[in-house]
């Protein structure tokens, strides 16, 4: 079997292929030794990169329109690459290239839109962004807060079960509500991503199986027996504001959507009640502080004045 020997790495063998062994490197503005084939069976364009730190590369020196390309094919050492894996595997490249194709652009092309930061952009662009702004907001924090920094530059398909649900735990130890939100939002995430290219679509999303925290309701009905302290301590409020819009909401059965839309002339029986605020919000009236006078139009003047 052919050995790294094959690659004659002498000044010699660079110059007899009329291609420089010493190279500058216009991106970072360091010398870079590059030895070429040599040999039996030699690729033209072929060689090993020395670098600074001592680390050795296979790459292929090419021309596309015009402009040198060098490719690393792969590192000499750790990835069990022989040198006729590495001549085939050249070989290949140059025959794509005489097809017009360009194996660099194209392998640099695989490598993006693939990472988990790539996957959360798509998904707040092409999912999150269709709702409201302020949710749209959340999600976007947070998927920061809680993602680590260092999975963002992963490939989306790497991120493993077992990392996600170990990252559910460790942030339900102290915020299970918090931890159950990201859990939904990752478990929607991936259920696009096979559509948006990032995952396979015939294996199962790494968020499977993964179970939630328990969560108490937040809301329930008032029951009946309730209702006299309920309404004791809504006339407790100190706030004639907070008390008044709780008195309305219970006494007209409307939403809160709905009573923020309102417009005072629609409590007085379509009268304008003054010019002032008649085709006005209670939030817009609210917010400017306005005191004209005229019934109704300030609640913390008299009880008596509520449009309740």
Known sequence: MPCLCGLRLSRTNAVSNNLPQWQKDKDDGQSRDVRWDGGDGAVKGLGVRIYPSGKKSFVLSYRDRGQKQLMVIGDVVGTGLTLDKVRRR??????????????????????????????????????????????????????????????????????????????????????????NRLLENLR????????????????PPPTDGIDKFPERKRKRWVRPEELPAFAQAIDGESNIYV?????????TGVRKAELLQARWIDFYNHQRPHSAHGGRTPVLVYRDGLSPSGPGLRPDLRSTDLAA
């Open 188 to 203: 929607t995430m991936y259920r696009h991503a096979p559509r948006w290219g990032y995952t396979d679509p015939t294996e």
């Open 243 to 251: 008390r008044a819009a709780i008195w309305l909401y219970l006494l």
């Open 90 to 179: 050249a070989g290949n490249h140059l025959d794509s290239i005489r097809d017009g194709k360009n194996p660099l652009e194209e392998k640099r092309a695989a490598g993006r839109g693939t990472t988990l930061s790539d996957l959360i952009d798509d998904f707040m662009d092409k999912h999150v962004a269709k709702r409201a702004a302020k949710t749209s907001h959340a999600i976007r924090l947070r998927l920061n807060r809680n993602i680590p920094a260092a999975w963002k530059s992963r490939r989306a398909d790497a991120i493993k079960t077992g990392e996600i649900e170990d990252l559910h735990q460790r942030i339900g130890e102290t915020r299970p509500y918090e931890a």
